[in-house]
């Protein structure tokens, strides 16, 4: 994570890092996820699922900080997140 | 406010969280790609968890149309019911059971056209309900007909040339009916949309949410204005957030700026309160209060055999 200038409490508090699981064929290919995702993780497959859409694919797995908004936003209940146990050290 | 706090239940690798909540056997549901109507029904199930109230204690009720679908898919206590009448069938399950939190989940077609005599009165009565009624302007399970909420100038089926009848302004409507707790947000909105649901479970009184969503089918189609995505952007960028606005002023004009937010949130006598206040005034202390069947002392609990 960048920030403008070093946070006060950057020694005590760590950005969480959470995991991106996919359901490929739940997905019907709406790509609010994609547009959302404030960290830019997830991007458009190339590949298609059996229902002819385009599911998300993780793109950058370590950018994920866990905000569960792509979970609260997919109208499939085909994106979620877990919580990585170990906090991102930057 | 963390946000995590407002999702319910954590996942886990294998599994959506909220799987546990949702007829799976029913997966996948009909509506369509880049449909707000399933983004609505994660942020229902979420503030049903985050509200801690009982699982057994919360029932569903919709109506027809792409919205009634909600009651097929949520793994609550459900009633899916005819044409506009969502409303009736939850006041007699409230009336019947006062224990009961009774949500009404459906859209605008269903419960301000057809069953907008009952959406009245259930405000005016302040039934102890919650509403949250899913607006996308028009009749879209049935092929995109103009609905009492198509903004003027809007194309649908049945009004090729642009729709020119005044639409409603549903808080509007609600509000000067009687309602205690009135709020709209988007489908975009779901943290906000999380918490209005919340709210308006654990709000004594008539609740009413309603929430914006794309219809990319029909609505956006015949209109061309692109995808459900589009839409969502489009709610991103022109949504105003005024809370306690008057509702009055609560219009939503044809792909204009569009007011959010929580507008009334009062507390006044429930239709039961009111009932039993006047009773009581009336018949002193021959008269009983109905509790219903879930209250664990009364006799009808103990013959009944499910508790």
Redesign the interface.
Known sequence: MKYWRKPLDSDRKKAPHG?V?V?FE?C?????CI??CPRQVLEVSTEYNRKG?HPPVVAHPEKCV????C????????I????DEVPSVE | MNPNQLLGKRGTADAHPMEDFLRMDRMPHIWCSTCGLGTCLTAFIAAAQESAIPREDIVVVSGIGCTGRAAGYLKYDSFHTTHGRAIPYATGLKVANPRLKVCIISGDGDLVSIGGNHLIHAARRNMDLTVICVNNFNYAMTGGQAAPTTPQTAIATTTPYGAFERPFNIPFLVDSCGATYVARWTALHVRQLTIAIKEALLHRGFSFIEVISPCPTVYARRNRLGTGLDLMKFYHDHSITKNFASTRECDIKFQQDIVVGKFVQREEPTYLDAMDAQMKKTLGAKFVPYVGPMDPNSERTKSDART
């Open positions: 995991n699981h359901i739940r019907k290919g709406c790509g609010f547009a959302y859409y866990n905000c569960r908004l979970e609260a936003l997919c109208p499939e209940f085909a979620w997140n877990t919580l």
